[in-house]
């Protein structure tokens, strides 16, 4: 075995870390991986073509985007800011807590697809953080203001990640207990997916005091108020 | 040819509009390119399923230089109108939630129905194709919209995404390479080598540590789990130390989803989202989530040594 296919690796590593564009670095990496582990081209090429056909589903979101641009075309972000706003008690803080706790108990589930970035990060916790934090430290700058989205986007990916692998039925759970199973070790399922349930509490904990401290904190406004 | 072909063909269709527009875009500097990014990435996913291999394979890279370089740019757009959305919320308030919600619960329940029948996974794109279908419908007429209209908004949404939509695709493609050429078993190697194969605390370390970096360089822990699991947990950790499997690997998988909140190679959760909120920094996610993934991962070690060695 050599160390060659590394040489990927680093091309990726090196290429992220230069901050070419990333779809260039990947491609190149990928065609320069391939052509080292002695693919010809053509065979590379069809490779390259499966994977992608294989990985079409991944870009299923875009089916979303119609439904989403009318609805804000029509004011569907003032309304999410106009419900918050009127909502006193909903701080930024209880919000994307809110959202944590509902996105990994439904994602524990199996209900993955109740939440997403295009179905609700964009369309609804986005503003609506937008206008909790507005009420309590004032229009936000453009620079807290991406903060505070990105922080929207992490807390959908924390919820879902480390709900998921609680269901018993889902695709990864099952992944282990098949590969399990292949090395002669046969296990119920949800005597695996129990033990996802520790992370999850832990997840939310941590997160928890995160966005507690980036909501007294990051989101005040620098300077004397 | 799969159950899904159907969905793949409005796909198809979304961009191939998109590609008709932007040709029609005469002030903006990079209309050929853009509207030739858009052409072929409705080509490749309507004839995905018949066209050869490597023909699919060949756009499929002249899609990601013309994204690499730059080709791909958004027609200049058009402001919401502020009368317009004043109105809507005026004359509808909360039920402008309507629409929005149906998505999620049409989807849901249509997954949770469909999987008596097909596949799992199958069965949720579908459901969430038909819940977007559903949305769209009770939308326009909610709204007194036509349909095109939120094509054209589509379009908008599309071009702030740009790059960011195909670089999910490339990195699939990515990981295919990678593991053809066996990128895996060589990190798998390196890992192994500098493990204390006595000490059953660095075995736990090296396979929670092992998934986390794995899965950073492969953008997906489902593909580091085999190797990972074959290489350190099983021989090491079950076989030598006597670790209870269940919870080992349990674990080991959601070190990888640490690993997950870390990357730019899992650019559907990281990248993506950053683009869909036109975020200025694309890795803005990432750093957002480093402080919660860190942690999360020094936990993780933890409860894997106390828990399968219970």
């Known amino acids: 075995m050599s160390w060659w296919p590394l040489a990927g690796v680093a091309l990726v590593i090196v290429g992220f870390a230069l901050r070419f564009n990333p779809v260039l670095v990947v491609v190149v990496s990928g065609i320069a991986t391939g052509l080292i582990a002695g693919l010809a081209p053509l065979e590379l090429l069809a490779l390259i073509g499966e994977s992608f056909v294989k990985a079409r589903y991944l870009m299923i ?16 972000r003032e309304q999410a800011q106009a419900l918050i706003g009127r909502m006193r008690r909903v701080t930024t803080t209880r919000l994307l ?41 004032g229009a936000l700058d453009p620079a807290r203001r991406e903060k505070l989205l990105a922080l929207c986007a992490a807390t959908d990916n924390v919820g879902l990640f480390f709900g998921e692998d609680v269901f018993f039925a889902f695709g990864g759970v099952l992944l282990m207990q098949a590969f399990l199973a292949e090395n002669g070790i046969e296990l119920e399922a949800w005597r695996i997916a129990l033990w996802g349930i520790p992370t999850a509490i832990g997840a939310f904990l941590i997160h928890a005091v995160r966005v507690h401290w980036f ?8 300077g004397p108020a | 040819m799969t159950g899904l072909s159907p969905l793949y063909w409005l796909i198809a269709a979304l961009f191939a509009t998109a590609a008709w527009r932007a040709a029609r875009a005469r002030e903006n500097a990079r209309r050929a390119s853009t509207a030739l990014f858009w052409a072929l990435l409705a080509i490749v996913f309507a004839a995905g399923d018949w066209m050869p291999h490597a023909v699919t394979g060949a756009l499929v890279v002249l899609v990601a230089l013309i994204a690499g370089f730059g080709g791909v740019r958004g027609a200049a757009r058009t402001p919401l109108d502020p009368a317009r959305r004043a109105a809507s919320v005026a004359r509808l308030g909360n039920r402008l939630f309507l ?9 849901v329940a249509l997954a949770v129905l469909g999987r008596q029948f097909i596949d799992a ?16 419908a009770v939308g326009c007429a909610m709204l007194r919209e036509h349909p095109r209209v939120a094509v054209r908004e589509a379009h908008g949404l599309l071009d702030a995404l740009g790059w960011a ?9 990515l990981g295919a390479v990678f593991t053809k050429a066996g990128v895996g078993d060589v990190v798998a190697r390196l890992v192994g080598m500098g493990i204390p194969v006595g000490n059953a605390f660095a075995c736990v370390a090296a396979y929670a540590l092992g998934m986390a970096a794995f899965t950073i360089v492969m953008g997906n822990a489902f593909a580091a789990f085999p190797v990972m699991t074959a290489g350190v947990a099983l021989p090491l950790l079950v076989g030598r130390h006597g670790a209870e499997p ?6 080991g998988m959601l070190s990888g989803y640490c690993g997950t909140l870390l990357t730019p190679m899992a650019a559907n959760f990281n990248i993506v989202p950053a683009a869909l909120l036109e975020l200025q920094d694309k890795n803005a996610v990432i750093r957002m989530q480093v402080a919660t993934a860190l942690p999360l991962l020094a936990l993780n070690v933890a409860l894997m040594y106390f828990i399968a060695f219970r």
């Open chain 1, 61 to 76: 979101l875009v089916l979303l985007l119609p439904i989403v641009g009318l609805l804000e075309r029509n004011g569907l």
């Open chain 1, 97 to 137: 807590l809110g959202y944590l706790a509902v996105r990994q108990l439904t994602s524990s589930l199996g209900l993955n697809s109740l939440g997403g970035h295009p179905q609700t990060v964009r369309p609804l916790l986005a503003p609506m953080a937008e206008a909790a934090a507005a009420r309590e430290h």
């Open chain 1, 215 to 222: 909501a007294r904190r990051a989101l005040r406004p620098k």
């Open chain 2, 99 to 107: 629409p929005a919600l149906l998505v999620p619960l049409v989807t």
């Open chain 2, 121 to 136: 996974q199958q069965a949720s794109l579908l459901a969430l194709a038909t819940g977007c279908a559903v949305a769209l």
């Open chain 2, 165 to 173: 939509l195909v670089l999910p695709l490339v990195l699939a493609m």
């Open chain 2, 246 to 251: 269940g919870s080992l690997v349990a674990l």
